[in-house]
């Protein structure tokens, strides 16, 4: 999403926040989340000032995203399942969304596929060892294929997923991975998330409003864990990230 965001606004000064000390979101409850999340947005945008926050998770944004528009006087752009692009590219009429096992359970995702996959099969399927996974591939380390596999098999193990042909990726960190995803998942199915559609608004919210004459490295701003190191410098520089700190 990063990547997607910086191509159409490339000298846009960009903080990237990642709270490493609240994961995994995908196992935390609502309460948890809709609390979290706002507190957090609101340390973030008092020190840093930014034109916009995006919720770059697909978890926070179907459980937080009210809270903290309520909370935070600025423009708020959140991430959630690309339900609707996929609708338009399946052939078979079955969609598989591959998130975190809060965001599968979201009636925020039952009324996605209501409004805009009436009519076709939604399958679901939570995998928090693949964020992990993702988490992993970051950090530079190697990504046991099996891992992958189980995830795929999430949906095309449920009735009606051998038909499956668009895989929508409902997890930010889950395009790390797409090589063994699409891999995993066949050369006849599609995978789909929804950066280019965040990176569209985020640039028609700041439309016509000046940027620096030439590109910012951007910052990666972590919460402190001792449990899940954050990755290194390097991983992070395609991304257009020229420093690192602890929040």
């Given at each position: 999403?990063?990547?997607a965001?910086?191509?159409?606004l ?13 994961l995994?979101?995908g196992?935390k409850?609502?309460e ?11 340390r ?7 034109r ?6 697909n978890?926070a944004?179907t459980?937080?995203?009210s809270?903290?528009?309520a909370?935070l006087?600025l423009p708020i752009?959140?991430t959630?399942?690309?339900?609707k692009?996929a609708a338009?590219?399946t052939?078979?009429g079955v969609?598989?969304?591959l998130?975190t096992?809060?965001t599968?359970?979201?009636p925020y995702?039952?009324n996605?596929?209501a409004?805009f996959?009436?009519?076709k099969?939604v399958?679901r399927?939570g995998?928090p ?8 591939r970051?950090?530079g380390e190697?990504?046991d294929p099996?891992v992958?596999?189980r995830a ?9 997923g051998e038909?499956?042909d668009v895989?929508?990726?409902?997890c ?6 797409l ?5 995993a998942a ?12 965040i990176?569209r608004r985020v640039?028609q919210l ?5 940027w620096p ?5 951007g910052?990666a701003?972590?919460?402190?864990s001792?449990?899940?190191p ?6 992070l520089?395609p ?5 690192t700190?602890?929040?």
């Amino acid at each position: 999403m990063l990547a997607a965001t910086r191509a159409l606004l490339p000298n846009a000064p960009f903080v990237y926040a990642a709270d490493y000390a609240g994961l995994p979101y995908g196992r935390k409850s609502d309460e948890e989340l809709a609390a979290r999340v706002p507190a957090l947005l609101g340390r973030l945008v008092e020190r840093f000032q930014p034109r916009l926050a995006v919720i770059a998770c697909n978890t926070a944004s179907t459980i937080a995203l009210s809270h903290v528009r309520a909370a935070l006087d600025l423009p708020i752009v959140g991430t959630v399942p690309a339900i609707k692009p996929a609708a338009a590219l399946t052939h078979s009429g079955v969609i598989g969304v591959l998130g975190t096992e809060a965001t599968v359970r979201q009636p925020y995702v039952d009324n996605l596929s209501a409004r805009f996959a009436a009519g076709k099969t939604v399958l679901r399927h939570g995998s928090p060892e693949l964020v992990t996974a993702a988490e992993a591939r970051l950090r530079g380390e190697t990504v046991d294929p099996a891992v992958v596999a189980r995830a795929i098999a999430g949906l095309t193990d449920q009735p009606g997923g051998e038909a499956m042909d668009v895989i929508v990726l409902a997890c930010t960190h889950f395009p790390l991975l797409l090589g063994e995803l699409r891999t995993a998942a066949g050369p006849g199915v599609q995978l789909i998330d929804g950066a280019s559609g965040i990176a569209r608004r985020v640039a028609q919210l700041t439309a016509g409003q000046d940027w620096p004459a030439t590109p910012t490295p951007g910052l990666a701003a972590f919460t402190r864990s001792d449990a899940i190191p954050p990755p290194p410098l390097a991983a992070l520089r395609p991304y257009g990230i020229g420093r690192t700190e602890t929040i």
